[in-house]
């Protein structure tokens, strides 16, 4: 899904998820549950977890320096801390550098382009490219 360059991610977060579609091996229609979800700090908020808990989609998500403090400064009231596996979230690595990848090419990186439909075929071309 591309947006505008002022808009931030974490608010177009449902309408991502609704967009995933996963075709398995043979027959039938696609999945849209992810196994999992690894995303970096600017996910972390209280809507896109209760998002994710409601369709039974584990997160790794870290937490926010001042979410951790908010919550030892509330004391026993603050709840616990969400669930957060390193070890896992080392498998992020592979987005960042797909867009690395993506922003060696100066078109997508300063984004000339004035329309959505242009920059994201600029993107598809890229990533053909790289791909190949």
């Known amino acids: 899904m591309l947006t ?3 808009i931030n991610d974490c608010t177009r977060f449902a309408d991502v998820m609704a ?3 996963f075709q398995g091996h043979g027959p039938g229609r696609p999945r849209t549950r992810p ?3 690894i995303a970096d700090k600017g996910y972390s908020s209280r809507a896109i977890r209760g998002y994710l808990k409601r ?3 584990p997160a ?3 937490e926010r320096a001042d979410q951790q403090a908010n ?3 509330t004391g026993r009231t ?3 801390p969400p669930t957060f596996d390193p070890s896992i979230y080392t498998r992020r690595n592979v987005v960042e ?3 690395q990848h993506l922003k060696h090419y100066r078109a997508i990186a300063t984004r000339y382009d004035k329309t959505a439909q242009s920059y994201q075929t600029v993107i598809n071309l890229a990533s053909l490219i790289t791909w190949l």
């Open 4 to 6: 505008a360059e002022n």
């Open 19 to 21: 967009g995933i579609r």
């Open 35 to 37: 196994d999992r979800v």
């Open 55 to 57: 369709r039974g989609i």
């Open 60 to 62: 790794t998500i870290p």
């Open 71 to 73: 919550r030892k400064r």
């Open 78 to 80: 603050g709840g616990r």
């Open 97 to 99: 550098r797909c867009f």
